[in-house]
DNA sequence: AGGGGCAATGTGAATAATCGCGCCTCTTAA
DNA sequence: TTAAGAGGCGCGATTATTCACATTGCCCCT
């Protein structure tokens, strides 16, 4: 089976080692303080031979996000395409906790693109939010009287984005302050009871809105 | 000549004005890609100058970090100076959420240190969270059955932190995303309602929990 | 009153390290 | 043989930091 048609799949490429590389290191570190000397010393190489493989560093950074973003679309995707009901959100929601543990790259990128801008910033804001408000994915039908009438929607949504996203960037802090690694199983397993109740919550919260000031 | 040195009442000093500047440089990009370049453009001084106020990069970081922890501690010490009643948590919480309104920069320093670490970044957390965990400031009484015996009592602590601090670290975001100010007034009282609204809902949710049932 | 120190605060120049990046050569495998 | 990939080398820019100076205002001694 030594054929010569493409051994890139088998084994990962040094483009694709670049990649892995390249996605933690601008995820903790952010765009301009990841060095692509860094880069080449976590993968064992030069960083001379990195332009092999991408013209250049933000052509780097360009990869890693779009590589990132074709992973995280599928879920809004998703929930775009059909009514969004009670349970539609709950599983969308989890499905995003899960993928942010199970890789929090995307969210420390978005994280530091949020604070310092960098380049393609827009770009992942619109690809990966804005869908979120443009279409029809607005948390509609009867059980959420809370935020219908005070104009809140989009930042509610936000909020629990907030929630899911908050907890991956914030996780270094947490694994000191509580003692415990916040991607372990059983750790993964109480964000998602916290959030599944906090949605819970809100759905069937009944009282007036706060109109005291 | 050419300068605006419209003194107002209380003249800044130069080490003010240089706290001021890295302040804001470091909250934006971070401890390691900020450059006293920078820092010294701001304030309309050349570098070395910078040295003449603070013994290095590291001594003027830190005393921006004190000047912070000065003024975002005080809420949090006389929530825990006595019983933490639902009336209390809400009033803490609704204390924090104006003060990182009116300045985002210790959030923003604190979510750059989370995801990067950098200098007194155990400091910070022992110095802001650790309170929270140490004495008796745990939320306790009969109104919340929420998340008494799902061992989540911390998390869902640092759940409503994470939602005070990531609004303000996401809020260029926000700006572009929809369409406002995340820093206006309006903005404001939208952010403490819903954050209101959640806590209400915890409150008085009556529900089993999920993985009790 | 006058001037000699002196500390505080600014400056430009210089240094060593590191950065992104491109040119060129060598190795290796098909 | 050939071409892709890895590395050596160095340029130019930027970094934090130090140093030698200039300037200012203030205290003290005569």
Redesign the interface.
Known sequence: MANSATTTAAVPSTAERILDAAEDLF????Y??TSLGDVADRVGIRSPSLYNHFKNKEALYEAVLERLLADFSAPLAELNGGPVTNERVFSWLETIVRQHHANPNLA?L????????GPHT?EL?DRL??PM?QSDARIDGDSIT??RD???Q???V??FN??V???V??????R???GQDPFSEEAL???L??I???L???F??K?S??SAT
Not at 27 to 30: D, F, L, N, Q, T
Not at 110 to 117: E, F, N, P, R, W
């Open positions: 995820a903790e570190k952010g301009s303080a420390r978005l994280q530091h693109a949020a604070l310092s801008g827009n804001i939010f804005r408000f809370l935020f005070t104009g809140l989009p930042w509610a936000m909020a907030n929630l996203m908050s907890y960037t914030m996780a270094p802090m947490y000191d302050l509580l397993e109480n964000q009871n916290l599944k109740m906090l819970l919550a809100v069937e919260y009282g809105s706060p």
